[in-house]
């Protein structure tokens, strides 16, 4: 009988997502034949798709489709930055955007819906992305789109991990630079009106903390708790912001695009994982855990 070593119980577990006493059991009952391995715990376990259908996805990418003044943008997950890098998945989120940008779906369901053929899989989105869970191994997401008409579009991918678009009137060289520029400074809103009240409020609650910690009298605090709100609000309101190409180092945002006829009406900016809850494996914890439990059975 062939040995079953530490380095092909990894590789099937890699493969398969399954436990790695199973897979040990499964490798000595195919005598070290991979292949054999993999289908006897796909009968016991299910397929790798349905595994990996519970797996966080916080990598991934942003992909964007612009024609004219239509356009999309969207984030698709996976579970690790080497399948940010495949082919496949690329194409599969490249596809995701300009079908968006050409039917309009309603939601995820909707477009996951929409026909579409990639790799041998379909024939509609959601079954490519099945597909390719199934192919490559890892869960993937459609996580979040927005799509564009109207008016004139700049888009701006930083990589494939952030991802701008910015909607305009005007100068599409000065938009384009516009789009890099919230890419680079991440603001919140175009103006500091138009900043949501929870992060105003949010800010005031930290600015008063740190405020009464001085010491000062009340008067003396609430000024320094307007005067820290109001520093908040440039620093997130992209009009209000130094421009990252200004050549005095000082021309905010606002003064550049006025100076350039240019008038931006929205941005949306798509960090890849915001948000999302990254799950940590303790590799060596896990295998300490399976040790024991099969001494104790």
């Given at each position: 009988?062939?040995?079953?070593?530490?380095?092909?119980?990894?590789?099937?577990?890699?493969?398969?997502?399954?436990p790695?006493?199973?897979?040990?059991?499964?490798?000595?009952?195919?005598?070290?034949?991979?292949?054999?391995?993999?289908?006897?715990?796909?009968?016991?376990?299910?397929?790798?798709?349905?595994?990996?259908?519970?797996?966080?996805?916080?990598?991934?990418?942003?992909a964007?489709a612009?024609?004219?003044?239509?356009?999309?943008?969207?984030?698709?997950?996976?579970?690790?930055?080497?399948?940010?890098?495949?082919?496949?998945?690329?194409?599969?989120?490249?596809?995701?955007?300009?079908?968006?940008?050409?039917?309009?779906?309603?939601?995820?369901?909707?477009?996951?819906?929409?026909?579409?053929?990639?790799?041998?899989?379909?024939?509609?989105?959601?079954?490519?992305?099945?597909?390719?869970?199934?192919?490559?191994?890892?869960?993937m997401?459609?996580?979040?789109?927005?799509?564009?008409?109207?008016?004139?579009?700049?888009?701006?991918?930083?990589?494939?991990?952030?991802?701008?678009?910015?909607e305009?009137?005007?100068?599409?060289?000065?938009?384009?630079?516009?789009?890099?520029?919230?890419?680079?400074?991440?603001?919140v809103?175009?103006?500091?009106?138009?900043?949501?009240?929870?992060?105003?409020?949010?800010?005031?609650?930290?600015?008063?903390?740190?405020?009464?910690?001085?010491?000062?009298?009340?008067?003396?605090?609430?000024?320094?708790?307007?005067?820290?709100?109001?520093?908040?609000?440039?620093?997130?309101?992209?009009?209000?912001?130094?421009?990252?190409?200004?050549?005095?180092?000082?021309?905010?945002?606002?003064?550049?695009?006025?100076?350039?006829?240019?008038?931006?009406?929205?941005?949306?900016?798509?960090?890849?994982?915001?948000?999302?809850?990254?799950?940590?494996?303790?590799?060596?914890?896990?295998?300490?855990?399976?040790?024991?439990?099969?001494?104790?059975?």
């Amino acid at each position: 009988m062939a040995a079953i070593t530490a380095g092909m119980v990894a590789e099937l577990r890699a493969k398969t997502d399954a436990p790695m006493m199973e897979c040990k059991k499964a490798l000595t009952e195919a005598e070290g034949d991979m292949v054999k391995a993999e289908e006897i715990l796909r009968v016991k376990l299910g397929n790798k798709a349905g595994k990996a259908a519970s797996r966080v996805t916080a990598e991934g990418v942003v992909a964007s489709a612009i024609d004219g003044n239509v356009g999309a943008m969207i984030e698709v997950n996976c579970e690790t930055d080497f399948v940010t890098k495949n082919d496949s998945f690329l194409g599969l989120a490249q596809g995701a955007a300009t079908l968006i940008a050409k039917h309009n779906p309603a939601d995820i369901a909707a477009l996951g819906a929409l026909a579409y053929e990639q790799d041998g899989f379909g024939p509609t989105l959601e079954d490519v992305r099945k597909g390719l869970v199934g192919k490559i191994g890892e869960n993937m997401s459609f996580r979040r789109f927005k799509r564009f008409e109207g008016s004139a579009l700049a888009g701006y991918l930083h990589g494939t991990r952030i991802g701008v678009v910015v909607e305009f009137d005007g100068d599409a060289v000065a938009a384009k630079d516009v789009a890099m520029h919230v890419a680079a400074m991440k603001p919140v809103a175009l103006t500091s009106a138009d900043v949501p009240a929870e992060l105003i409020e949010r800010e005031r609650s930290v600015a008063a903390a740190k405020a009464a910690e001085s010491g000062k009298p009340a008067e003396i605090v609430a000024k320094m708790v307007d005067g820290s709100v109001q520093k908040y609000l440039k620093e997130v309101s992209l009009f209000d912001q130094v421009f990252v190409k200004a050549a005095d180092g000082k021309q905010t945002v606002g003064a550049y695009v006025k100076s350039v006829n240019t008038s931006i009406k929205g941005f949306t900016l798509y960090v890849v994982g915001e948000g999302i809850e990254k799950k940590v494996d303790d590799f060596a914890a896990e295998v300490a855990a399976q040790v024991a439990a099969a001494k104790g059975a």
